[in-house]
């Protein structure tokens, strides 16, 4: 005899297995819905794959076209800095037009070179698309670093210059004229003229970079001279002071000296000592600091930071010696007529009693026209 228990066990079980004959047909109905979602979807989404393709192909295409304008840029700052085509000189001479000799990316690029006025120069460079309408072109304002307009002037700053009674500066003096303060006797002219394409910190350390052993600083942060000692062309990373422990000892230089660090001449004791700049160039990205007439400094050469210089140093002999402060102050007072030129960003504490000569054509290890051209701005047309 079934329990009511057992019966109720049995109809569920026969219920569950009835069920899938209830819902016959349900299958082809969500096949159909399925179907119908597909169609509506497929479409669109073919579609859209479609302009993607055609989209990133334009892209592709475009891309192209920008590497190509960028290499006709890359080849016209070569020719600017080498030299090696008749540029334009001024503002109404024609710009010079040429076309680059191979392709690139496939693409033919035409440059066009302006002169916009003593150190600037629009770089146009076009890239030619697949049609006559379509190209891409950059434009570009190079910067050329010129020193020869800094080394015919004695004293040159782009914000003020001061100088004292009794000082007697013999050349040209330019600032702005709310930045002059001219106590002594100027024997050339006063120009107040702008200044243009005055050096940037990344130009100047690019092209002295050049010259000097990155990948090799020098090792400790003091040079002590005994006797005649030759200073190598070196890299530091760091301050570097430079002294003697024996009287009348002369330290040349030997090729380019550059220091990310601050830069210390200082006064050892009683002892004197000669730093023979030998025609080479020291470079600084801090402070240079000359405090003393213990130390004396003999030219040809130049003495260039990217902050203020203290040159209170002996002058030893005649060399022109160019002094520049790219950003910050040059104070000068040597023991002795300094023959050279002074460029900086303020030039303080001209004191009386001596002569800055200048020398138009000094032969330095500096920038010279056409020698280093720095991208100032960069778009696409």
């Not at 192209?64 to 030299?83: C, H, K, P």
């Not at 890239?127 to 891409?136: D, K």
């Not at 010259?211 to 005994?226: A, F, K, T």
């Not at 002999?317 to 023959?339: C, D, H, K, Q, R």
Request: hydrophobic share 35%; glycine share 10%; net charge negative.
């Amino acid at each position: 005899m079934k329990t009511r228990a057992s019966m109720k066990q049995e109809n569920w079980l026969n219920r569950l297995l009835a069920r899938p004959s209830d819902e016959r047909g349900q299958v082809f109905i969500y096949a159909l819905i399925m179907l119908a979602l597909g169609s509506l979807i497929i479409g669109p989404l073919l579609s859209y794959m479609s302009t993607g393709l055609n989209t990133g192909q334009i892209f592709s295409e475009k891309a192209t076209e920008l590497y190509a304008a960028d290499a006709g840029v890359a080849d016209a700052i070569w020719y600017v800095n080498s030299g090696a085509l008749d540029l334009p000189t001024s503002p109404s001479d024609p710009a010079l037009h040429y076309t680059l000799d191979q392709s690139v990316n496939g693409k033919s690029v035409t440059v066009d070179i302006t002169n916009v006025d003593e150190v600037t120069y629009k770089i146009l460079s076009t890239a030619q698309g697949p049609l006559p309408q379509q190209n891409t072109s950059i434009e570009s304002y190079l910067t050329v670093l010129n020193f020869n307009m800094y080394t015919v002037n004695a004293l040159t700053s782009p914000t003020s210059i001061v100088t004292q009674p009794g000082d007697v500066i013999n050349g040209n003096v330019q600032a702005p004229a709310e930045g002059l303060d001219l106590k002594g006797t100027i024997n050339g002219d006063i120009i107040t003229d702008p200044i243009k394409g005055w050096p940037t910190a990344g130009a100047m350390s690019a092209f002295f970079g050049k010259q000097v052993s990155l990948s090799n600083p020098y090792p400790s942060s003091s040079i002590m001279l005994h006797g005649s000692q030759a200073i190598p062309s070196l890299y530091r990373d760091g301050d570097l002071t430079i002294s003697t422990s024996s009287n009348g000892s002369t330290g040349v230089i030997q090729g380019t000296i550059y220091v990310t660090g601050n830069l210390n001449f200082p006064q050892s004791g009683n002892k004197n000592y000669t730093i023979d700049l030998n025609g080479q160039t020291i470079y600084v990205q801090g402070a240079i600091d000359f405090p003393s007439y213990r130390c004396s400094v003999k030219g040809p050469g130049a003495i260039i930071a990217l902050g203020d210089i203290n040159f209170q140093p002996g002058i030893s002999s005649n060399g022109f010696t160019f002094i520049m402060s790219v950003a910050g102050e040059v104070t000068v007072n040597p023991s002795g007529t300094l023959y050279g030129s002074v460029a900086g960003g303020t030039i303080l504490g001209v004191q009386p009693d001596w002569v800055i000569a200048d020398n138009s054509n000094p032969d330095l290890n500096l920038p010279e026209q056409n020698s280093v051209a720095v991208i100032e701005t960069w778009k696409i047309r």
